[in-house]
T-cell receptor, first 117, second 112 residues
Framework: EPEVTQTPSHQVTQMGQEVILRCVPISNHLYFYWYRQILGQKVEFLVSFYNNEISEKSEIFDDQFSVERPDGSNFTLKIRSTKLEDSAMYFC???????????????FGEGSRLTVL | SQKIEQNSEALNIQEGKTATLTCNYTNYSPAYLQWYRQDPGRGPVFLLLIRENEKEKRKERLKVTFDTTLKQSLFHITASQPADSATYLCALFSSNTGKLIFGQGTTLQVKP
């Protein structure tokens, strides 16, 4: 069964360092997402991406964050200068269709745990 | 402001009973609502979707209802099993915002 894969599974970094989290969405999917989940809290929307551009983003997704689909298979989230409060599990997701009109089911990866010290 | 509320207290039930979880929302006009299951340290897994013009949807032992007047969805697991123990997340898609937003989830514990 096709799945979304994420690397690394766990990254520890120092405050102020740049981090890149990588995702390989399901191959025929067109819509890509990043969500994050701080320990014990809810899954929070960060950004959605379609046709090589951001379609929606939340207030969390400030200038420190960026996303890219560099080569047609990977989808990356970059955090330019990490803060302590960026420590969370980051989930990548993909869907075949946009979130209206059809199933809109999101397929999630297993997450990348980011710890900022 | 927009809110999605799920009971933050864990729900403990006996194996074989029906579990009922609630999702309430305010200041949303969702095109549809989804339910996901999340196990500790894992990503959410899609279970069911129900559209705004549907009252009820079933899949095996799962049943979801959607009342847009009450602004509430109920999620039922019949004949519950210990393997159903997990956190269940409600998620709403609003065509106004173009985002799928999650509630905080309710943890279900099914005791043998």
């Amino acid at each position: 069964e096709p799945e979304v894969t994420q690397t690394p599974s766990h990254q520890v970094t120092q405050m102020g360092q740049e981090v890149i989290l990588r995702c390989v969405p399901i191959s025929n999917h067109l819509y890509f997402y990043w969500y994050r989940q701080i320990l014990g809290q809810k899954v929070e929307f960060l950004v959605s991406f379609y046709n090589n551009e951001i379609s929606e983003k939340s207030e969390i997704f400030d200038d420190q964050f960026s996303v890219e689909r560099p080569d047609g298979s990977n989808f990356t989230l970059k955090i330019r200068s990490t803060k302590l409060e960026d420590s969370a599990m980051y989930f990548c997701a993909s869907s075949a269709l946009q979130n209206y009109g059809n199933t809109g089911e999101l397929f999630f990866g297993e997450g990348s745990r980011l710890t900022v010290l | 402001s927009q809110k999605i509320e799920q009971n933050s207290e864990a729900l403990n039930i006996q194996e074989g009973k029906t579990a009922t979880l609630t999702c309430n929302y305010t200041n949303y006009s969702p095109a549809y609502l989804q339910w996901y299951r999340q196990d500790p340290g894992r990503g959410p897994v899609f279970l069911l979707l129900i559209r705004e013009n549907e009252k009820e949807k079933r899949k095996e032992r799962l049943k979801v209802t959607f009342d847009t007047t009450l602004k509430q969805s109920l999620f039922h697991i019949t004949a519950s099993q210990p393997a159903d123990s997990a956190t269940y997340l409600c998620a709403l898609f609003s065509s106004n915002t173009g985002k799928l937003i999650f509630g905080q989830g309710t943890t279900l514990q099914v005791k043998p």
